[in-house]
């Protein structure tokens, strides 16, 4: 990921290397006045800018930080996707906490005010965080697509997602050392580097001129197009099986024996009467599409929203690095605007994944609401983040056929009622 515009582009400085000359202290005390006052304080739309970091920086640690406290503390959520839902929210929780103020600093000031070492460190993780997210993405969509599509050739378990999770860190962190490798820090203008780190420049050296083009051309297949290519193939089959008329896993013979609430009537049995076996089967396999339903459509948001978020990086960087374009930039502001926008897109996405657990994740949502409860008492009672009595977690693995929740037995009889439509 592109760490800042270069000072080149956004300022029109001229980059030829020149010997330092002396210039009088008043002199530069004067320029730097100017500087401050024409380039680096912030003009009104970038008052705008900061008080959108502000909100995407809240946002995604509280957010993110409830997801995995949500998880960590109920049993019931410890599933295979919820593992990699804590990766990805991980993986957010540091790109915003480490590299969210440095960007935008850089942004405002279009300078590099964190010197040597950190020009190494906080773009390598920059790159490591969408490598994680994007691995953690496609894990995922193979999950849901061998558990849906292919139940029977492979059976994901939590330890194996674990190890999953540890091998994604751990090619996430040597994949992208050559982004670090190739970082460093220099001024713009060398006879002020004694005096200030103003438009300093963190930036690529490379050797040669073909070997960025080499590097970003794989980035963005390796990062973006090929694994976003791959995960749409993926959920396109998971909505096929999912939204078709047959219902995954629902026999032709338990069609064929299934009876109407009307026919049930009929033979003088009344609402009340209990659900033959095969009845209560068939609700249980329709409890479980709609759960499975309401996982995927989840997970293709989350996904839609970081293509989206990712796709202006992800050319920006690839016409600047691959094709030279922004070296001689006639509108500045113009190039400014489109980086500065982009990089806020990036964290905002990180900002967006917990807003989406919210809205179409009703576990999360209860969480959610445990947790904000017990710190703004004007919500209601402090909710418990533990996990459920026994009793109450039966409710949710209502699927057994043994199962003798709240719910009524009229009650079911309304829910089989409506699921006869879905039938072929």
């Given amino acids: 990921m592109e760490p800042s515009a270069t000072a080149e582009a956004q300022m029109g400085v001229p980059t030829a290397s020149r010997e330092p000359s002396p210039v009088p202290p008043d002199y530069e005390d004067e320029f730097l006045r100017y500087l401050w006052r024409d380039y680096l304080y912030p003009k009104p739309y970038e008052w705008v800018l900061i008080a959108a970091y502000v909100a995407v920086f809240l946002v995604a640690l509280v957010g993110n930080t409830l997801v995995c406290l949500a998880v960590w503390r109920n049993h019931h959520m410890r599933t295979?996707?919820?593992?990699?839902?804590?990766n990805l929210s991980l993986a957010?929780?540091?790109?915003?906490?480490?590299?969210?103020?440095?960007?935008?600093?850089?942004?405002?000031?279009?300078?590099?005010?964190?010197?040597?070492?950190?020009?190494?460190?906080i773009p390598y993780l920059q790159a490591v965080?969408?490598?994680?997210?994007?691995?953690?993405?496609?894990?995922?969509?193979?999950?849901?697509?061998?558990?849906?599509?292919?139940p029977l050739l492979f059976k994901s378990t939590a330890r194996r997602a674990r190890g999953s999770i540890l091998g994604i860190w751990a090619v996430s962190l040597a994949v992208m050392v050559p982004q670090a490798a190739v970082m460093e820090c220099s001024s713009v203008l060398p006879e002020l580097a004694n005096r200030t780190r103003l438009f300093s420049v963190c930036d690529e050296r490379w050797a040669d001129d073909l070997y960025p083009k080499i590097y970003h051309s794989c980035f963005f297949i390796v990062t973006y197009l090929a694994p976003l290519g791959l995960m749409a193939v993926a959920y396109f089959q998971i909505f096929r099986k999912l939204w078709g008329r047959q219902i995954p896993g629902t026999t032709s013979a338990l069609v064929r024996n299934w009876k109407r609430p009307s026919e049930l009537e009929d033979q003088g049995q009344g609402p009340s009467t209990e659900p033959q076996?095969?009845?209560?089967?068939?609700?249980?396999?329709v409890k479980q599409m709609r759960a499975r339903r309401k996982t995927a459509k989840m997970l293709m948001v989350v996904l839609l929203v970081f293509a989206l978020c990712y796709l202006p990086i992800s050319v920006l960087n690839v016409l600047k690095r691959v094709f030279g374009m922004?070296?001689?930039?006639?509108?500045?502001?113009?190039?400014?605007a489109c980086f500065t926008f982009s990089h806020w897109l990036v964290y905002a996405n990180s900002a967006a994944n917990p807003i989406i657990y919210n809205f179409l994740s009703g576990k999360f949502r209860e969480q959610f609401k445990a947790g904000f409860s017990c710190c703004l008492p004007g919500l209601g009672p402090c909710g418990s983040l533990k996990a459920p009595s026994p009793g109450s977690s039966a409710c949710h693995k209502s699927l057994s056929l043994q199962s003798r929740c709240s719910v009524s037995k009229v009650s079911e009889h309304v829910v089989l009622t409506s699921v006869t439509t879905v039938l072929p």
């Fill in 92 to 121: 957010d929780v540091l790109v915003t906490a480490i590299c969210l103020p440095a960007s935008l600093l850089v942004d405002i000031t279009e300078s590099w005010l964190f010197g040597h070492a950190l020009c190494k460190v």
């Fill in 129 to 150: 965080s969408v490598s994680v997210a994007v691995l953690t993405l496609s894990f995922i969509a193979l999950d849901r697509w061998y558990a849906i599509c292919h």
């Fill in 80 to 86: 295979v996707t919820n593992y990699f839902i804590v």
């Fill in 326 to 336: 922004f070296r001689q930039a006639s509108d500045r502001e113009a190039v400014y």
């Fill in 277 to 285: 076996p095969r009845a209560r089967a068939f609700l249980a396999e």
